[in-house]
């Protein structure tokens, strides 16, 4: 279930669906929900509490079943993606994930050379089993 935070992200990137917003115009857009404006200049950058605010409610409202929309992130900014942009921002994902875990993989396969690493058999066959498909 959303909180009212998210709600009004949600609400105000669906009122601004062609365009991507950064953090700055989403706090300066709501700027209640996100009172960057409190904060010292210290917390410049993505150090900035309301930042973090930001890019976990972005990551809630996307890993939520409730809600149809999916955020696109990128360094443009956020924006509620149409059918094509999404599919290309999930294959983006995708490809890099499957970079890490490949990578992830070949350590494991060289700390296993020399009998350095213990791994629990269950995760070893599911990593395989991904691995193999």
């Given at each position: ?75 443009k ?15 983006k ?41």
């Amino acid at each position: 279930m959303l909180n009212n935070r998210q709600i009004e992200l949600l609400e105000y990137l669906k009122a601004n669906k062609d365009t991507f917003k950064g953090k700055v115009q989403i706090c300066a857009g709501l700027p209640f929900a996100y009172p960057r404006h409190l904060e010292n200049n210290n917390n410049e950058g993505n150090k900035s509490t309301v930042f973090k605010n930001l890019s976990n409610d972005v990551r809630f409202i996307n890993n939520c079943d409730d809600i149809e929309f999916i955020i696109i992130s990128s360094n443009k900014g956020f924006k509620i993606g149409n059918p094509e942009e999404v599919e290309n921002y999930i294959n983006k994902r995708f490809k890099r994930d499957l970079k890490a875990l490949k990578l992830d993989w070949n350590l494991v396969k060289k700390k296993n050379l020399d009998k350095q690493l213990k791994m629990d058999e269950e995760v070893i066959k599911e990593v395989k089993a991904y691995m193999e498909e």
